[in-house]
């Protein structure tokens, strides 16, 4: 797919993953009527992708909305970072248009639904002169909001699967991804869960002191200088990030926002009974327990007793023994 680098004229570009059960081919359609065509890609593999990212660069577009889910971002600015670095060319600004399954980073964006007017109003919004700092994770050299491992990766390991069967009964379109999402926990995450002994993990700071929150991000005992162990133990979740949610608006990580030179670093060991006896207060972000630990670092790594499920940004990358989560040391501008 060759792409020509002529100068774009509204400025915004709009790239949509093709695969993403919200792209569909009417939407694609709509958003065309709704941006000049040159500046509407649509991505299909990763080819497509790295030619998009080359695209953009060479016509200088300030700034570049992601039609997709978390990991539609993750990808998509990979790509855009590696061809503005090597074209020595300022990294645009980046949003996203609510048109994934979890939708993480579009709720910590205030992105609009997926309406004719909601599309309408980001588009604008895009084109409008307001940015913002978004602090991300690096891992293994990817910017992220989130990566983690465990009972997070296994469940999503879980919806895919449940997706992919529903589809081939031909159901899947049938139910929102709540639907789908609940099915996947029910059917799958927890007769696994119950049936599978919890890994050990250990989480040592190698960064700044890190800073242990109890409730109300209240500060818990004396930072941990670097070299310290965090968290030692059973795991169900070890996992980080720069935002409040995971999909579907789940506040796993409350603190996330608390300080810009750190990111929400969670433990937790909690048993299937507590999580399901306490799921309202565990969604929106309220509850606390011993067997959650909660920290502020920049700087992490998890090591674990056997290889484990790690996802980044939604999106799986099979099983590891260890997993290091850094504080990008240079934001990304989002739209405002």
């Known amino acids: 797919m060759l792409i020509s680098a002529r100068p774009a004229e509204s400025r915004v570009a709009v790239v949509l993953n093709g695969r993403a059960r919200g792209v569909s081919p009417e939407l694609v359609h709509r958003i065309g009527r ?24 060479e016509r200088g577009y300030p700034a570049v ?31 996203v248009l609510k048109l994934g399954t979890g939708n993480a980073l579009a709720r910590a964006l205030g992105a609009s639904p997926p309406t004719v007017s909601g599309l309408r109003h980001d588009l604008d919004r895009a084109a409008a002169d307001r ?32 997706t992919r069967a529903l589809d081939a009964l031909g159901v899947g379109r049938r139910l929102g991804p709540g639907a789908r999402y609940a099915l996947a926990v029910a059917s799958r995450s927890i007769p696994r869960y119950w049936a599978t002994p919890l890994v050990e993990v250990v989480a040592t700071n190698l960064g700044s ?19 310290g162990i965090l968290y030692r133990g059973r ?31 969670r433990c937790a060991c909690s048993s299937t009974r507590e999580i399901l006896a306490h799921l309202p207060s565990i969604w ?6 011993d067997t959650i630990t909660d920290w502020l670092v920049d700087d992490v790594e998890l090591r674990f007793s056997r290889p484990t499920p790690v996802q980044i940004g939604g999106d799986l990358l099979g099983a590891r023994d260890r997993l290091r989560l850094t504080l990008s040391g240079v934001p990304v501008s989002v739209f405002a």
């Open 65 to 95: 909305l992601f039609g997709g889910g978390d990991g539609t971002f993750v990808q998509c600015l990979a790509d855009l970072r590696e061809r503005a670095s090597a074209e020595a060319a300022p990294l645009p600004s980046v949003g």
């Open 209 to 227: 002191p890190a800073i242990r929150v109890g409730a109300g991000g209240r500060p818990v005992g004396e930072p941990v200088a670097r070299g």
């Open 131 to 162: 940015r913002r700092d978004l602090p991300l994770l690096e891992v293994d050299g990817v910017l992220t909001p989130f990566a983690g491992a465990g009972l997070d990766a296994q469940i999503l390991d879980d919806f895919t699967a449940t």
């Open 235 to 265: 795991c169900a979740l070890a996992a980080g990030s720069t935002i409040p949610w995971y999909g579907l608006g789940i506040r796993i990580f409350p603190h996330a926002r608390a300080r810009r030179d750190r990111f929400h670093l």
């Open 284 to 289: 929106r972000g309220e509850y606390a327990s």
């Open 34 to 57: 709704m941006v000049p065509r040159r500046d509407l890609f649509v991505s299909r593999t990763l080819g497509d992708s790295r030619e998009i990212a080359q695209a953009i660069v």
